[in-house]
C-alpha cells in the first residue's frame, strides 16, 4: 500500500514563501509513480490542481494561477516531491494535498484528479494579507 506524508504547511503573510514536501513509501513492482502531484482545496471549492511532475523524465506541468510563482521538484532517492510556493497570496489559502498516479495516462491529463490513485492527508496553508 502507498502512502503519501506531506510535511511543511503553515501561516504566511502576503508575499512570503513556504516549502511542502510529500514524502513516499510502499511502492512495488505493480504499483510505482508515473506522476506525483499537489492539488489543493479551499472551503466551499473544489479540488484543483497545482503542479504535477512526470518522474521519468522530471516534465512539470503547472495550473495558471500558480505558473512562475510554485515549483515543483522531485528527489527520486527519497521517493519524495517538494512545492516551493513563492510569492504567495491570500487566494492560495487552502489545504494541499499530494497525489500519486500509476497509470502514464497523467502524463496527458497532468492534473485530473480521477488519474491519480494514491493521496496524502493534506497540509493546511494559510496565507494573511
Known amino acids: 500500500q502507498v502512502q503519501l506524508v506531506e510535511s511543511g504547511g503553515g501561516s504566511v503573510q502576503t508575499g512570503g514563501s513556504l516549502r511542502l514536501s510529500c514524502a513516499a513509501s510502499g511502492y512495488t513492482n505493480s504499483a510505482s509513480s508515473a506522476c506525483m502531484a499537489w492539488f489543493r482545496q479551499a472551503p466551499g471549492k473544489e479540488r484543483e490542481g497545482v503542479a504535477r511532475?512526470?518522474?521519468?523524465?522530471?516534465?512539470?506541468f503547472y495550473y495558471d494561477s500558480v505558473r512562475g510563482r510554485f515549483t515543483i521538484s522531485q528527489d527520486n532517492a527519497k521517493n519524495t516531491v517538494y512545492l516551493q510556493m513563492n510569492s504567495l497570496k491570500p487566494e492560495d489559502t487552502a489545504v494541499y494535498y499530494c497525489?500519486?498516479?500509476?497509470?502514464?495516462?497523467?502524463?496527458?491529463?497532468?492534473?485530473?484528479?480521477?488519474?491519480?490513485?494514491?493521496w496524502g492527508q493534506g497540509a493546511q496553508v494559510t496565507v494573511s494579507s
Open positions: 511532475i512526470y518522474t521519468n523524465n522530471s516534465d512539470t
Open positions: 497525489a500519486v498516479a500509476t497509470r502514464g495516462a497523467c502524463r496527458y491529463l497532468p492534473l485530473s484528479p480521477p488519474i491519480y490513485d494514491y
